[in-house]
């Protein structure tokens, strides 16, 4: 054949190349662990370009608990949860807070988490407490509202908090804008100062429990926020976190 190329061959689905991009990102992570899966359905995870954000997903995450533990003042240390095929990273921290990233939250998702949390035979899983206080899901591709509603359900269900985030959410900190102001949360003893001062908060401005700044505290309704505007002269505010009006 002349005048045109050859047909190349198709490429051989292996394990991960360790020199790979993805790999290289995998390290980066901390969560090395990816390695383990191989084979054309694992390589075709990896190549999605979501989850090349898995690193940064995963400081994001760590990222926000460090945020809220400047308020709550808790432990940092955490324990690396065994991987699986629906799981790309999860830990469990001192203070008992799940974290746990997904490609895609749907009920093979929910599923995994019940069987990780509640084995029906057998120990328990490795790490995992027998009582934790909250869990934090994030998913890099996709998630569907009823997989959502079926995790809130599952863990509201024996008194844990649960907040689902997309990859994006968490990486894109709005925080970090230099046109957003300083944000910080109120100690109980500062709000009564406010009441006293003020009377009843309900008539203070108001900031829902769906805007970006609340979900990345981890605020609750009733939570009372100071924000300090700082232009030609500093500003300070307060906004309390209500549900939207339905």
């Not at 991987?83 to 895609?104: F, Q, S």
Request: aromatic share 6%.
């Amino acid at each position: 054949m002349t005048g045109r190329e050859a047909p190349r061959a198709s490429p051989v689905v292996g394990p991960l190349d360790q020199s790979s991009p993805q790999a290289r990102g995998v390290r980066l992570a901390g969560v090395a662990g990816l390695q383990h899966l191989t084979g054309a359905a694992a390589m075709s995870n990896l190549a999605s370009k979501s989850v090349l954000m898995l690193p940064r997903c995963v400081d994001a995450m760590r990222a926000v608990l460090k945020l809220r533990r400047q308020v709550t003042g808790t432990p940092t240390d955490e324990v690396a949860l065994p991987l699986h095929p629906e799981l790309l990273w999860g830990c469990v921290k001192a203070d008992k807070t799940l974290l746990l990233i997904y490609r895609v939250v749907n009920r093979a998702a929910v599923l995994h988490l019940w069987q990780t949390l509640w084995p029906e035979q057998g120990a328990p899983t490795a790490g995992v407490p027998a009582q934790f206080a909250s869990c934090l899901v994030a998913y890099l591709d996709k998630s569907t509202s009823a997989s959502e509603k079926a995790l809130e359900a599952l863990l509201s269900g024996h008194g844990v908090r649960v907040e689902v985030f997309g990859a994006a959410e968490l990486v894109n900190d709005p925080l970090t804008n230099c046109m957003v102001p300083t944000y910080r949360i109120l100690p109980e003893a500062q709000v009564e100062q406010l009441r006293a001062r003020y009377g009843d908060l309900d008539r203070f401005p108001t900031m829902l429990c769906g805007d970006p700044v609340a979900r990345r505290f981890g605020a609750s309704v009733g939570t009372v926020f100071e924000i300090t505007r700082r232009w030609d002269q500093e500003e300070i505010l307060y906004r309390v976190v209500r549900k939207p009006v339905t």
